[in-house]
């Protein structure tokens, strides 16, 4: 064999072994990250009223480097369906980013009153919670400009459903707008409506609607919602439509997070619902 190729040989060797050495590197990374998931996870689950287990998802490749930099990029909890007080069922998603951490923070995931240069919470309403809350039954939410159920999020939305005392649905368009703190949701035209409560079957243009009529619909699409009654942990800053559901969001800069502070408020859980029966 010529030394030529004993070289080659060796370099392939080598190329090979760094490959194993980088994916063994990193499958351990993900194993320690993923391990620390699974701790937030079970400690907010333990903590809170939830059925089940939030998702939850640390950031930061390699992950372990927060350790030794004591700056987690984020983390991340996402609880699906759960039951906020006032509200019934809504998914609530809450990251952290930039967190400063010790390192033991950055294994077990106990992060207290840590510095974060941003705390994020958006919260995802259907049309059952709207709905209930403007007293109108089958609430459809959509966008305005593009209806498809990956239509990108606007801050102008239809609205249709039926609401108390009328026996037809209305079809609304829509404003939503954050105004000095409050999430104000404001019908701007009737596209359709039954011409009375009573009426069923007849359907006309909102033009065509008698004034008291109009009047009626257009007070029962009118929501405004009070900081105070949503799970967010400061004032919401924006409100918007996207894929059939209502999105409103908070923000805090520069300012300390613990990781229970990731999970929103929610009723207790009733006998049925107890974890383990």
Excluded: C
């Amino acid at each position: 064999m010529s030394a030529s190729s004993k070289r080659n040989r060796i370099l392939s060797r080598i190329a090979i072994g760094l490959v194993i050495t980088f994916f063994v590197a990193v499958l351990a990374d993900s194993l320690v990250a993923a391990r620390t998931e699974h701790r937030i996870s079970q400690l907010l689950y333990e903590e809170s009223n939830l059925p089940t287990p939030p998702a939850v998802e640390v950031a930061g490749f390699p992950y372990v480097r927060a350790a030794f930099d004591h700056e987690l990029p984020s983390v991340t909890v996402t609880a699906q369906d759960i039951d906020v007080p006032g509200w019934g069922l809504m998914s609530v998603k809450s990251s952290a980013q930039y967190v400063t951490v010790t390192s033991e923070d950055v294994f077990t995931g106990t992060i207290e009153d840590a510095p974060a240069r941003k705390v994020f919470t958006r919260l995802q309403l259907d049309g059952v919670s709207i709905g209930h809350r403007m007293e109108i039954d089958d609430l459809l939410i959509q966008n305005l400009d593009d209806i498809s159920p990956r239509g990108g999020w606007e801050t102008e939305a239809v609205f249709e459903g039926t609401p108390k005392g009328f026996r037809e649905p209305a079809t609304v368009e829509m404003k939503l707008r954050v105004v000095e703190g409050q999430v104000i949701i404001s019908p701007q035209k009737i596209i359709k409506a039954p011409t009375s409560a009573d009426s069923t079957g007849n359907l006309v243009e909102g033009e065509e609607l008698s004034e008291s009529t109009r009047q009626e619909i257009m007070d029962a699409f009118r929501l405004t919602i009070g900081a105070k009654s949503l799970p967010l942990k400061d004032k919401p800053i924006r409100v918007y439509v996207a894929g059939g559901g209502v999105f409103i969001e908070s923000e805090q800069f520069y300012t300390s997070v613990s990781i229970q502070d990731l999970m929103p408020n929610t009723r207790p859980l009733s006998e049925d619902e107890e974890p383990g029966l």
